[in-house]
């Protein structure tokens, strides 16, 4: 994502060793003397994709949904990730998930064990899923794209491909809940301008030490996010508030639960520790809710 003396330079900037001064951002900064801001706008001027890139990411996206509303009925194809928040990179990949899969129902079980019936109601869901991507797989071959590779036997199976046009990577996988987080980070990020230069730091960070990996145990990107978020609402003064203030609909009674949910003992059935609301508000998926807040957050310099 960005050039090797920006990652030599990441490595060197608790040594104090950088010192440019740069006014840029749009003007929406002005001047910013500390090295850590100095690295921060550099690593992502650098990361930018160019309107080129984006105009093919979108053709691609553009390109699958023609694709599926031809094979499948009943089913959708939407992006998610850094391509959605607004933090995506030249050189990312496209990932998108096939929404409205009328999944198998819960079996109906009188047993006392209960969890076995939610492993038999997680596998028949699983076997939907890796049914719709392996059809998934034979449409993309017919489509002529490259390396289309199935991983079926991963905890979330997806279909991984090269489009043969732009030669962008794309993972596709089944329901992921990814959709609503990436669609209402956007709006988050967009409170202040120095959310994404920070995340393009961290994320080049994360990758120049080997821990942006998942798939080896290391941190995914969403991750990085959220740390990111975390330190921004907790910096004096904060300079984002919290989730549960710009996604929950009623936030001072989600504060109340939250706060008694801390102090609680967890039970022997993790479920029973989730306050209501935040189930509510995973329930809601209210985007319009979230984009109005938080542009009423920026407006009022939060």
Known sequence: DVCSSDLADIRKLFEGQISTVVQDLDGRWGQVQSSFDVLAVRVYKARQPTEKYDAAMTHLLTTLQKLVKINFSGISIQPYGSFVTGVHAQGSDLDVSLQGLIEPPSPQSEEKDKRSA???????????????????????????????????????????????????????????????????????????PRVAPLYALVKAWAKAFGINDPANGTL???????????????????????????????????????????????????????????????????????????????????
């Open 220 to 302: 995914n990107s969403f991750a990085l996010t959220m740390m990111v978020i975390f330190h921004l609402q907790n910096s004096s003064p904060p300079i984002l508030p919290p989730l549960l203030e710009l996604l929950a609909p009623d936030p001072t009674q989600a504060k109340e639960e939250a706060e008694s949910n801390m102090s609680r003992k967890p039970g022997p059935n993790k479920d029973s520790t989730v306050p209501p609301v935040r189930k509510v508000v995973d329930s809601l998926n209210d985007l319009e809710l979230c984009q109005e807040r938080c542009k009423a957050f920026a407006d009022r310099n939060f």
């Open 118 to 192: 939610r492993k038999r109601a997680d596998d028949a869901r699983k076997k939907a899923k890796v049914k719709v991507l392996r059809r998934m797989g034979d449409v993309l071959r017919r489509a002529y794209m490259w390396d289309v590779e199935m991983i079926l036997s991963a905890r979330v199976p997806l279909v991984k491909f090269v489009d043969s046009a732009s030669r962008i990577q794309c993972d596709i996988c089944v329901g992921n809940d990814g959709v609503f987080k990436s669609a209402a980070l956007r709006h988050i990020v967009s409170i202040d």
